[in-house]
């Protein structure tokens, strides 16, 4: 079963209001992901990182940004919240040496913004 | 680029028999990683099977199985004795590889297959 966890599963915010979704993984993973589905959709990559210090955007343009101070937590901020946020972020983890190994993935968080 | 396309935006199947929820792809890269995954309607990604670009066999993991037509860009995946606990969204994705197999790690993924089993 994989570590890795983001909190909360489920958040509903007001417009305007700052946010940030949490997601740290215990297998001491070098790569992770941040993801964005709306309903029912494929997903998109927002945002990764390959180890401390080192974040990319993804190739969907998205107004979160993110961190990368340690190894194992790579929290999503969102400065100010709108409707047009609200979607499901899923957050993942791979190894640096990926022969024939998958991305782990979190159980998501569901953000709807009013 | 990367591209993955599921044409089915829906399957239907009967519990304990077989259904192949189809894949294709398109990339100029050599070197690549093919996933499945699937989705219960609680959202998490649950990993399914990994097919490389080299392998000279389809992968298997229980009971799934990738029937990989490189020729093609075909990557479909076989669910055999299809359970109730089956129903769920699958996700294609490909990842780029270098020659020695790692890689960049980022996945495309396509629009997905809704399957649902009845009984």
């Known amino acids: 079963e994989a570590d890795i966890y983001q909190t909360p599963r489920y958040l509903v915010i007001g417009t305007g209001k700052k946010i940030t979704l949490e997601c740290s993984q215990t297998?001491?993973?070098?790569?992770m992901y941040w993801y964005q589905q709306d309903p029912g959709m494929e997903l998109h990559l927002i945002h990764y990182s390959y180890g401390v210090n080192s974040t990319e955007k993804g190739d969907l343009s998205s107004e979160s940004t993110v961190s990368r101070i340690r190894t194992e937590h790579f929290p999503l901020t969102l400065e100010s919240a709108r409707p047009s946020h609200t979607s499901q972020y899923l957050c993942?983890?791979?190894?640096?040496?990926?022969?024939?190994?998958?991305?782990?993935f979190g159980q998501g968080t569901r953000l709807t913004v009013v | 680029a990367q591209k993955i396309t599921q044409t089915q935006p829906g399957m239907f199947v009967q519990e304990k028999e077989a259904v192949t929820l189809d894949c294709t792809y398109d990339?100029?890269?050599?070197?690549?990683?093919l996933f499945w995954y699937k989705q219960p309607s609680s959202g998490e990604m649950i990993f399914l099977i990994y097919q490389g670009s080299y392998d000279e066999q389809n992968a298997t993991e229980g009971r799934y199985s990738l029937n990989f037509q490189k020729a093609r860009k075909s990557a479909n995946l076989v669910i055999s004795a299809s359970q109730l606990g089956d129903s769920a969204m699958y996700f294609c994705?490909?990842?780029?590889?270098?020659?020695?197999?790692?890689?960049?790690?980022?996945?495309?993924f396509g629009q997905g297959t809704i399957l649902t089993v009845h009984p």
């Open positions: 990339t100029s890269d050599q070197s690549y990683g």
């Open positions: 994705a490909m990842r780029e590889e270098n020659a020695g197999g790692t890689s960049y790690g980022k996945l495309t």
């Open positions: 993942a983890s791979s190894l640096r040496a990926e022969t024939y190994t998958e991305a782990f």
């Open positions: 297998m001491g993973h070098d790569k």
